[in-house]
């Protein structure tokens, strides 16, 4: 699944998504080696939009005033998400809470409190929708402010008997995804999710994680990406306990109390990265988990020459970016999968040409 650098390659080469869309399928014959790319057609893209609006779904890009400002600073946002709910939430400085879908009595009350306290200083609070944890966290600040993220698409939230707790975020807080809109997660897709719910938010607290939990993922995205990282201390009998120990141990800081997260987030403010605290040779191994494509590259690994016109517009990295024209690039992103290991282009690169 082809991710944001590939798109920003072809919008800063061809100047635009028609030009990238024409130029598909001859940089894929030199490049890829025998992998394909499908471009959705105008009547798949026309389908998708309708399905988002029947729904109340918009499509941001990074250059709406309404896409999420701590999103847009990691340096693999999506170049196109779709919102619904209430957009000011992702205008305000989110803390994600995430934790063990198994979690215990005392991890569930902490949360709630920690939630609360959290909402009360105006933190908008990020999580991923998923039992334990996650849900008590949403339901703690329905009424201040909270940020769901999908991974699949919006007509296929997960876990589904979550569907009432989905309608309630979208009446009073938002909901995030960067898949299509029928889309059924997968595994894969969870780890993808947790980049976004870390990318929204200035801290990301652990609750509860066993060693393997993808919650201390969300951890090693947001230490990634610059952000605090909080952990939850917990028995060392519990195995719901042992990532928690295992990140305070790393140099995560201690939460044992909201005050704990409130105070390093108000001296921290405008600070640079913290330390790394994982190892980076856990990686190996691991599923990449966007498929960039190197389109190019010829295939003796040399760079192409051949130049397109002067492109109207650049994209560059989305630390240092400038707004991308949403009627160059509205609908780029919306990725598909086909059944096979093949690739293929953002489906929504046909949809361009229809926004503008």
């Given at each position: 699944?082809?991710?944001?650098r590939t798109f920003r390659q072809l919008i800063n080469?061809?100047?635009?998504?028609?030009?990238?869309?024409?130029?598909?399928?001859?940089?894929?014959?030199?490049?890829?080696?025998?992998?394909?790319?499908?471009?959705?057609?105008?009547?798949?893209?026309?389908?998708?939009?309708?399905?988002?609006?029947?729904?109340?779904?918009?499509?941001?890009?990074?250059?709406?005033?309404?896409?999420?400002?701590?999103?847009?600073?990691?340096?693999?946002?999506?170049?196109?998400?779709?919102?619904?709910?209430?957009?000011?939430?992702?205008?305000?400085?989110?803390?994600?809470?995430?934790?063990?879908?198994?979690?215990?009595?005392?991890?569930?009350?902490?949360?709630?409190?920690?939630?609360?306290?959290?909402?009360?200083?105006?933190?908008?609070?990020?999580?991923?929708?998923?039992?334990?944890?996650?849900?008590?966290?949403?339901?703690?600040?329905?009424?201040?402010?909270?940020?769901?993220?999908?991974?699949?698409?919006?007509?296929?939230?997960?876990?589904?008997?979550?569907?009432?707790?989905?309608?309630?975020?979208?009446?009073?807080?938002?909901?995030?995804?960067?898949?299509?809109?029928?889309?059924?997660?997968?595994?894969?897709?969870?780890?993808?999710?947790?980049?976004?719910?870390?990318?929204?938010?200035?801290?990301?607290?652990?609750?509860?994680?066993?060693?393997?939990?993808?919650?201390?993922?969300?951890?090693?995205?947001?230490?990634?990406?610059?952000?605090?990282?909080?952990?939850?201390?917990?028995?060392?009998?519990?195995?719901?306990?042992?990532?928690?120990?295992?990140?305070?141990?790393?140099?995560?800081?201690?939460?044992?109390?909201?005050?704990?997260?409130?105070?390093?987030?108000?001296?921290?403010?405008?600070?640079?990265?913290?330390?790394?605290?994982?190892?980076?040779?856990?990686?190996?191994?691991?599923?990449?988990?966007?498929?960039?494509?190197?389109?190019?590259?010829?295939?003796?690994?040399?760079?192409?020459?051949?130049?397109?016109?002067?492109?109207?517009?650049?994209?560059?990295?989305?630390?240092?970016?400038?707004?991308?024209?949403?009627?160059?690039?509205?609908?780029?992103?919306?990725?598909?999968?086909?059944?096979?290991?093949?690739?293929?282009?953002?489906?929504?690169?046909?949809?361009?040409?229809?926004?503008?």
């Amino acid at each position: 699944m082809p991710g944001p650098r590939t798109f920003r390659q072809l919008i800063n080469r061809f100047g635009g998504a028609g030009a990238a869309l024409d130029a598909l399928p001859s940089l894929a014959a030199r490049s890829l080696h025998g992998r394909t790319i499908r471009i959705a057609t105008r009547e798949e893209a026309m389908r998708e939009i309708e399905a988002a609006r029947a729904l109340g779904v918009r499509f941001v890009t990074t250059g709406d005033p309404d896409y999420p400002p701590l999103l847009k600073e990691i340096a693999d946002a999506p170049p196109l998400i779709a919102l619904r709910g209430a957009s000011w939430a992702a205008q305000r400085d989110g803390v994600a809470i995430v934790g063990s879908r198994n979690a215990s009595a005392a991890g569930l009350t902490f949360t709630e409190r920690l939630a609360r306290s959290l909402a009360l200083e105006n933190y908008v609070i990020v999580s991923g929708l998923a039992r334990g944890i996650d849900a008590v966290a949403h339901r703690a600040a329905l009424e201040t402010g909270t940020i769901a993220v999908l991974a699949g698409g919006h007509a296929r939230p997960y876990p589904s008997e979550h569907a009432r707790l989905v309608e309630e975020i979208a009446e009073r807080g938002l909901i995030v995804s960067e898949m299509p809109i029928e889309w059924e997660p997968r595994g894969r897709d969870f780890p993808r999710r947790n980049r976004i719910i870390s990318g929204l938010s200035r801290a990301t607290i652990v609750v509860e994680a066993a060693r393997r939990s993808g919650s201390l993922i969300t951890a090693r995205f947001a230490n990634e990406q610059g952000r605090e990282v909080f952990a939850v201390p917990g028995s060392p009998l519990d195995p719901r306990a042992e990532g928690v120990n295992d990140l305070i141990r790393q140099g995560a800081t201690l939460c044992a109390r909201p005050e704990d997260v409130i105070s390093v987030l108000a001296e921290n403010a405008g600070a640079p990265p913290r330390k790394n605290l994982f190892d980076d040779d856990a990686r190996d191994g691991e599923e990449t988990l966007i498929d960039e494509l190197d389109l190019f590259s010829a295939p003796d690994g040399s760079a192409f020459e051949e130049r397109s016109a002067p492109a109207r517009f650049s994209v560059p990295s989305p630390r240092n970016a400038s707004p991308i024209p949403t009627s160059e690039c509205k609908a780029m992103a919306r990725r598909r999968r086909m059944p096979t290991r093949s690739s293929f282009l953002c489906s929504g690169l046909r949809r361009s040409r229809l926004m503008t």
